[in-house]
């Protein structure tokens, strides 16, 4: 039986939609961006250069935590778990399959790439081009359902980051002291978290599962803190991608040597 838009008792429409609006603005700027972002991350990770500036301390985030043998002796904050990896393996390869999973099974940007590059549907009232529709009840999409886990592995890898930062104050030489890049790693980890903690599935754990408010006020706060900034969570989605690439776009230009890092303090 045929489903989807060709499903029984559906209207009999002969065009795509009937929207005059430009309802295809927002999947194009989308597929424009990610697109680009995933391009330039790839090509950051699998470059493995300037991703570490050694006197200030900065490391990218691309690239964090850095626990082979191929990172300089002063980004292995975690110690060297691993030989050298060959080139083209991304130095972060602990963290970065738990990254992907988590950004890519979050429920605003599976509607953002459902959208944008499935076609599935392109918006609100405009009819998809596949002939069936099985939704994320069958593999690979009910995969999507371990996004739960992910955000777990996320929270830990944002302490990573965090820890990133407490080095970045710690240059080298010198126990405390920060520049302008210290400054920029901090606001990258401060939207991570925001991001993180905005997770549809930390609301669930932090405020789910309870029969009643009353009796739990400090989930109830604690709920009530993460239901702010869930609202916010596709900005939050979109400025963490910003922050991220402006992150490692700068440490790559301090330890490149283009780029003078401005001191504050020592
Ligand atoms: Fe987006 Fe969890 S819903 S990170």
Not at 239 to 257: K, R
């Amino acid at each position: 039986m045929p489903v989807g838009t060709n499903a029984p008792g559906r209207a009999a429409i002969p065009q795509r939609t009937l929207r005059t609006d430009p309802w295809w603005r927002a999947p194009l700027i989308t597929f424009v961006l990610l697109s680009a972002w995933v391009l330039y991350a790839l090509v950051r990770t699998v470059s493995q250069r300037a991703y570490f500036a050694g006197p200030e301390h900065y490391l990218s985030p691309f690239t964090s935590p850095c626990v082979t043998a191929s990172c300089p002796s002063g980004a292995r904050d975690f110690g060297t778990w691993f030989g050298h990896f060959p080139p083209f393996i991304p130095l972060a390869l602990i963290t970065l399959p738990f990254l992907l999973g988590f950004r890519l099974t979050c429920y605003y940007y599976r509607r953002a790439y459902y959208r944008a590059f499935w076609q599935s549907p392109p918006a609100c009232a405009v009819a998809e081009p596949h002939g069936k529709y099985t939704g994320e009840t069958r593999f690979p999409l009910i995969l999507q359902n371990l996004h739960r886990y992910f955000f777990l592995a996320a929270g830990v890898i944002s302490l990573v980051n965090t820890w990133d930062v407490v080095q970045a104050f710690r240059p080298e030489g010198h126990s405390f002291g920060f520049g302008l890049g210290t400054i920029i790693m901090l606001a990258n980890v401060v939207l991570l978290w925001a991001y993180t903690l905005s997770c549809h599935s930390c609301r669930h754990i932090v405020g789910g599962r309870l029969r009643n408010f009353s009796a739990h006020p400090l989930r109830y706060r604690a709920w009530g803190f993460v239901s702010k900034l869930n609202a916010k969570h596709m900005q939050l989605a979109w400025t963490t991608l910003a922050t991220l690439m402006i992150t490692d776009a700068y440490i790559a230009l301090v330890s490149s040597g283009a780029f003078g890092d401005p001191r504050f303090l020592n």
